[in-house]
C-alpha cells in the first residue's frame, strides 16, 4: 500500500503565503501524476493543480497566477506554494497521487491524503 501524508496547512492572514507538502509512502511503487483539490464548506471538491512525472502543471483559474506546484521525485513528495492567499481559499486541501504497484496489480490507481486544512482570515 501507498500513503500519503500532507503538511503545511494552517491560519494565514489574507495576502499571505503558504506551501503544502505531500509525502508519498510505502514499499515498491511508481507514480504518475500528483495533485492537489480543495474542498471549501458546503462546496464540492474541486482541482487546484496537478503536475506530471515529467514536471507539466495544470492550474485552476482561481489560483493560477498566485501558485506554484512543483514535485521532487526523489522524495516522492509534491508542493504546493500559494500566494495572494484570500478568505475563499480557505478549504480541506487534499492530496492526489496515481500510483502503481503490487497492491494495484500494476495498474495506476488514485490515492487521496487525510487533508489539511487552510484558513484564510480577512
Known amino acids: 500500500q501507498v500513503h500519503l501524508v500532507e503538511s503545511g496547512g494552517g491560519l494565514v492572514q489574507a495576502g499571505g503565503s503558504l506551501r503544502l507538502s505531500c509525502e508519498a509512502s510505502?514499499?515498491?511503487?511508481?507514480?504518475?501524476?500528483m495533485g492537489w483539490y480543495r474542498r471549501a464548506p458546503e462546496k464540492e471538491r474541486e482541482l487546484v493543480a496537478v503536475?506530471?512525472?515529467?514536471?507539466?502543471?495544470n492550474y485552476a483559474v482561481s489560483v493560477e497566477g498566485r501558485s506554484t506546484i512543483s514535485r521532487d521525485n526523489t522524495k516522492n513528495t509534491v508542493y504546493l506554494e500559494m500566494n495572494s492567499l484570500k478568505p475563499e481559499d480557505t478549504a480541506v486541501y487534499y492530496c492526489?497521487?496515481?500510483?502503481?504497484?503490487?497492491?494495484?496489480?500494476?495498474?495506476?490507481?488514485?490515492?487521496w491524503g487525510q487533508g489539511t486544512l487552510v484558513t484564510v482570515s480577512s
Open positions: 510505502g514499499r515498491s511503487f511508481a507514480i504518475k501524476n
Open positions: 492526489n497521487a496515481e500510483v502503481s504497484g503490487s497492491f494495484s496489480r500494476y495498474r495506476y490507481t488514485g490515492i
Open positions: 503536475i506530471s512525472r515529467d514536471g507539466t502543471t
